[in-house]
T-cell receptor, first 113, second 112 residues
Framework: GESVGLHLPTLSVQEGDNSIINCAYS??????FIWYKQESGKGPQFIID?????DKRQGQRVTVLLNKTVKHLSLQIAATQPGDSAVYFC????????????FGSGTQLTVLP | KAGVTQTPRYLIKTRGQQVTLSCSPI?????VSWYQQTPGQGLQFLFE???????NKGNFPGRFSGRQFSNSRSEMNVSTLELGDSALYLC???????????FGPGTRLTVT
């Protein structure tokens, strides 16, 4: 079936540097994408979303880029802070009567002091 | 505004037993979705309820069921538990469907 995958399972960055987390998806019909952050012992937390009619969206310190040609999604975190250490998931869905999210496997981001 | 609450937070059950998990959504949210999270399979969608009706269902066996009450609170039930059902069960609520879902902390189910 369709799947959403991540390029790297772990990512370590220095505090203050920018982080880039990548995600590949395979469903060409996907039209809505979300990034979630999950800290240890907590449920996923919504970070930012993007629809397929956009290729970039910015939030507070975060930017999501969507490349539909190569079915690739990325999350950029500016000036990474220790509180950004968490597992990051991308998720996608396609339009239709059965809208449900398909999640990627997650990337563990570790911010080094 | 209070977040999504799930009870219990931790549960240990024996294979063959059944279990019921509870979720209270954010006030005003009518959509409640359930997810299973395991190290091997990641986050997988179980089902979604909206206004007491199951609107979507993931690819899980019939042992997994749920319901939603008129106050939007939801329960999920797993019958005839198997070892592989050990997981973190997450509930998420929203005004409508998958958009801007807010997750609860989850219920950690261990089947022995």
């Amino acid at each position: 079936g369709e799947s959403v995958g991540l390029h790297l399972p772990t990512l370590s960055v220095q505090e203050g540097d920018n982080s880039i987390i990548n995600c590949a998806y395979s469903n060409s019909a996907s039209d809505y994408f979300i990034w979630y952050k999950q800290e240890s012992g907590k449920g996923p937390q919504f970070i930012i979303d993007i629809r397929s009619n956009m290729d970039k969206r910015q939030g507070q310190r975060v930017t999501v880029l969507l490349n539909k040609t190569v079915k690739h999604l990325s999350l950029q975190i500016a000036a990474t802070q220790p509180g950004d250490s968490a597992v990051y998931f991308c998720a996608e869905t396609s339009s239709g009567s059965a809208r449900q999210l398909t999640f990627g496997s997650g990337t563990q981001l570790t911010v080094l002091p | 505004k209070a977040g999504v609450t799930q009870t219990p937070r931790y549960l240990i059950k024996t294979r063959g037993q059944q279990v019921t998990l509870s979720c209270s959504p954010i006030s005003g949210h009518r959509s409640v979705s359930w997810y299973q999270q395991t190290p091997g399979q990641g986050l997988q969608f179980l089902f979604e309820y909206f206004s007491e009706t199951q609107r979507n269902k993931g690819n899980f066996p019939g042992r997994f069921s749920g319901r939603q009450f008129s106050n939007s609170r939801s329960e999920m039930n797993v019958s005839t538990l198997e070892l592989g059902d050990s997981a973190l069960y997450l509930c998420a609520s929203s005004f409508y469907g998958i958009y801007e879902q807010y997750f609860g902390p989850g219920t950690r189910l261990t089947v022995t």
